[in-house]
């Protein structure tokens, strides 16, 4: 392998930037520790044949795990990994190869921390003689340590009109911490609730897929990078998608104040991705604001 085409990054100067090449090559310009998280959705087994070349099933894990340990090395101690992916149907039955990358990716040294579901509330219709349509997709949580930084405040919801109807008259079980009926070690108070109006949401996200894909073939939503932005960096923090596409991770980044790094093996995204970027790139250009010199579709060649 040649080495990369330009110098290799100082943390200190790290800034927001679209990069043009394989993330395995790309990242090796990137120091240790540097990057605050990783949100992206890679090309699933078999499809993007025109820019990836379409990965077989049975090839994923050995595709994916040589980038894995990129971004292990360039991900922050406190950092969060999160993967947006689906198994596919081969032969009449869920391909596997999936669950065998989160085992190779626990063996290679990611904690694989929790699992988020994306319940695509505006699924495509269609009908198979042996499953119903795909309305959910895996949006898996990978971390370095057991302690990271997550900012569960910032992603809570709305109670619903449940709450209204609920407190409206508590019983006296409602008013003080009880054992459950059954046993167990649940307990709770109702009464806890009472003048709140924002709760933690759970570990499943309704949003509807992205219909302007912007001439992607896997595009997601706005709202899905952003609410992992929200829950998983601060103000400032470093994001990464290495599988940039048509820049949405990247967007969702710049709109909360954040640094985005974007990479992709397509000429046509890259270009996207420094529409988003111009910006700021052009601010960080203005006399008396530090900057790193802005990339035009460098490439890290093999």
């Known amino acids: 392998m040649n080495a990369p085409d330009f110098a290799y990054l100082q943390p200190s100067t790290l800034e927001s930037e679209a990069l043009l090449g ?3 090559d790309v990242l090796q310009r990137y120091p240790d520790e540097c990057i605050d998280l990783i949100v992206t959705s890679p090309p699933y087994a078999d499809q993007r044949t025109t820019t990836y070349g379409g990965i077989k099933p049975g090839e994923y894990v050995d595709w994916f795990l040589p980038r894995a340990a990129q971004f292990l090395r360039v991900l922050k101690p406190s950092g969060s990994f999160v993967l947006n992916i689906k198994e596919k149907a081969v032969n009449g039955e869920r391909h596997t190869y999936v669950l065998e990358l ?3 990716l626990r063996k290679q040294g990611w904690l694989w921390t929790e699992e988020y579901v994306w ?6 219709p269609g009908k198979w003689p042996n499953r119903f349509r795909d309305a959910w997709e895996r949006c898996l949580h990978f971390t370095r340590a057991r302690q990271f930084k997550m900012n569960q405040q910032a992603v809570r919801v709305p109670m619903g009109d449940w709450a209204q109807t609920r407190l409206k008259s508590l019983g006296k079980n409602d008013v003080v911490r009880y054992d459950s009926q059954v046993g167990n070690a649940f307990a709770k108070n109702i009464a806890n609730w009472q003048g ?5 949401p759970t570990n499943v996200l309704h949003l509807a897929t992205e219909c ?3 001439q992607h073939s896997a ?4 709202a899905l990078p952003q609410w992992f932005i929200k ?4 103000e400032g923090d470093v994001v990464l998608d290495p599988f940039a596409g048509s820049g949405t991770t990247l967007q969702a980044a710049i709109d909360l104040g954040r640094k985005a790094i974007g990479i992709d093996i397509s000429n046509d995204f890259v270009d996207m991705c420094n529409e988003i970027l111009m910006p700021v790139q052009r601010r960080l250009m203005e006399p008396g ?6 990339s035009k579709n460098k490439t890290v060649r093999r």
């Not at 709140?196 to 933690?200: E, L, N, T």
């Not at 829950?231 to 601060?234: E, G, I, K, M, S």
């Open 22 to 24: 394989d993330c395995l």
């Open 102 to 104: 989160i085992l190779a």
């Open 119 to 124: 319940h695509k509330k505006n699924c495509y």
């Open 196 to 200: 709140r109006d924002m709760a933690y």
């Open 212 to 214: 302007g894909n912007k």
């Open 219 to 222: 595009a997601f939503p706005p």
């Open 231 to 234: 829950l998983f960096t601060d």
């Open 289 to 294: 604001v530090h900057h790193a010199a802005a």
